[in-house]
């Protein structure tokens, strides 16, 4: 089951458990799945939805609503370390083959998805290209 329809599942869920604060962060949500011109979104899509939604939230600073943001942390994907982008780009990425460093982001993108954030990876790439690991 995708991440989508464990939504509209957990929704149901809430509804039928009286838990009015679940039920509304998730229509918010469901509402925010159907601004764009597809039905189905992709895992990644709806990540970025909720990431993008919960950053609208907390940069309300206090008056951010915690239990709207505790609702939506449960389908957030936490971010891959630091530790394993760097071990993945030192056994996957030969620089030798690209014509710049900063390409092999799009090669651990496309591995991670959603849970490798670009600036930490360029971090990365740049120390590494920096000791010579090209």
Same mark, same amino acid.
């Given at each position: 089951?995708?991440?989508?329809? &464990?939504?509209?599942?957990?929704? @149901?869920?809430?509804?039928?458990?009286?838990? =009015?604060?679940?039920? /509304?962060?998730?229509?918010?949500?469901?509402?925010?799945?159907?601004?764009?011109?597809? +039905?189905?979104?992709?895992?990644?899509?709806?990540? @970025?939805?909720?990431?993008? +939604?919960?950053? %609208? #939230?907390? /940069?309300?600073? !206090?008056?951010?609503?915690?239990?709207?943001?505790?609702?939506?942390?449960?389908?957030?994907?936490? &971010?891959?370390? @630091?530790?394993?982008? &760097? /071990?993945?780009? #030192?056994?996957?990425?030969?620089? /030798?083959?690209?014509?710049? !460093?900063?390409?092999?982001?799009?090669?651990?993108?496309?591995?991670?998805?959603? =849970?490798? %954030?670009?600036?930490?990876?360029?971090?990365?790439?740049?120390?590494?290209?920096? @000791?010579?690991?090209?």
């Amino acid at each position: 089951m995708g991440l989508q329809q &464990q939504i509209t599942q957990d929704m @149901r869920d809430a509804l039928k458990a009286g838990d =009015t604060d679940k039920v /509304s962060t998730l229509r918010f949500i469901m509402g925010e799945f159907t601004r764009g011109l597809k +039905t189905e979104l992709e895992d990644d899509e709806v990540v @970025r939805i909720l990431r993008k +939604t919960m950053a %609208n #939230e907390l /940069s309300l600073g !206090p008056k951010a609503d915690q239990s709207f943001v505790k609702v939506l942390e449960q389908y957030v994907t936490k &971010q891959a370390d @630091r530790e394993a982008i &760097q /071990s993945w780009i #030192e056994e996957n990425v030969d620089f /030798s083959k690209l014509k710049s !460093p900063k390409q092999a982001v799009g090669l651990v993108k496309k591995h991670f998805g959603e =849970t490798a %954030n670009s600036q930490v990876v360029l971090e990365i790439i740049s120390d590494l290209t920096d @000791r010579g690991l090209e």
